[in-house]
């Protein structure tokens, strides 16, 4: 039988969020013990929050929303690749890697996922991300989609380029991804975004499948 391996942040009140964002709430409005027939909760939080997908509406106004992306681009191979020692991901670091040739979905695990493995619940600053550089050789290598294990595929304190390079061209973004436990190779990806109408991101639940 095939394993899956869950890639997804659990979502609780620890969970970090990008600053500014609202926060993540989840209440129990309707309890069983207090002479409900059901637990009923209730969700409040941005559509950034832990592994989610990012539309090209986040960043273009006129551009497809998180409902209207191409779901197949979401499900199939997709090889991890793994930067431990890195500041920074540059093109001269992806090109380094020497990816097989068909590779259309990239996911970066770096030394950010050593956050999540230990359960860090504030937000760090000094993540491990994409330089505009890196974004335009994922475009021009025809990458579909890519992955980063952090809440942004760009620095922190970077201007919106990176992510503007890539969604201009309809890479998909993912997001928030936990890595930690996965070695580098291929596998099948799973990563379903809620269909959320209009919205610029939303949460997604994302897997993966060992092919070996």
Known sequence: MSKLIDISLPLHGNTPIWPGDP?????????????????????????????HVDAPFHFMQDRNTIEQLDLDVLIGPAYVVH??????????????VQLPADVSRLLLRTRNS?????????FC????????????????????LIGIDYLSIQRYHDGPLTHQILLQAEVVIVEGL?????????YELLCLPLKLVGADGAPARALLRSLS
């Open 125 to 144: 600053e000094d993540y491990v991300a994409l330089n505009s550089a890196a974004a335009q050789w994922v475009v021009d290598r025809g990458i579909r």
């Open 23 to 51: 926060a993540l709430r989840v209440e129990r409005v309707q309890r069983i013990e207090d002479g409900s027939v059901a637990n009923v909760s209730q969700m409040s939080c941005g559509v950034h929050v832990g592994t």
């Open 178 to 186: 936990n890595l930690s436990n996965v070695t580098p190779g291929v």
């Open 114 to 122: 050593e956050w999540w493995a230990q359960d860090a619940g504030a």
């Open 83 to 96: 930067l431990p020692e890195l500041h920074t991901i540059t093109a001269a670091v992806l090109d380094s």
